[in-house]
């Protein structure tokens, strides 16, 4: 029974010391430097890109606005101003992509819209919406860096 118990204490204590070397810490000049509140979330805005309007763009006219759409995405991320940014595939509801803007307010987000070619053609509309999520968000853009051998 001693020996039972001795065991049960040892793991008991070697889970605990095990968790305590795990869990991560607080590191507050990060959460500074990314803007985190206490949760460690922040405002963001959310952008929904549908298909827009303009249905009588040629092949080659449209190529060019969506050449224009790529260079203005890597440009906003350069920038700190895009976290995220992506296509959705094929579906039945004309939604086309994502962009979550690192501002937040969503006239600051309609100011950046404004700059995508592909939405001043109206080949895309983009609802904006609040957001809030993790201020980690952010460090997205230097991850995926280092993990595309192909840049766009």
Known sequence: MKKSLFVIGLLLTSTLGFSQETEAKYDEALAKSL????????????CLLKSGSNTTASKE???????GHMANINKLAKE?????????????????????FNVETVEEAKALVATDPAIQA???EAELTPWYCTAALQETVKIHDKI???KM
Do not use: C, Q, W
């Open 80 to 100: 700190g101003k895009l976290v995220v940014a992506g296509p959705f595939m094929k579906n039945d509801r004309n939604y086309r992509g994502i962009y979550v």
């Open 35 to 46: 803007h985190a509140d206490e949760y460690g979330m922040k405002k963001y805005v959310f």
């Open 148 to 150: 595309s051998r192909t």
């Open 61 to 67: 006219e449209s190529k060019k606005l969506f050449e």
């Open 122 to 124: 109206k080949l895309l």
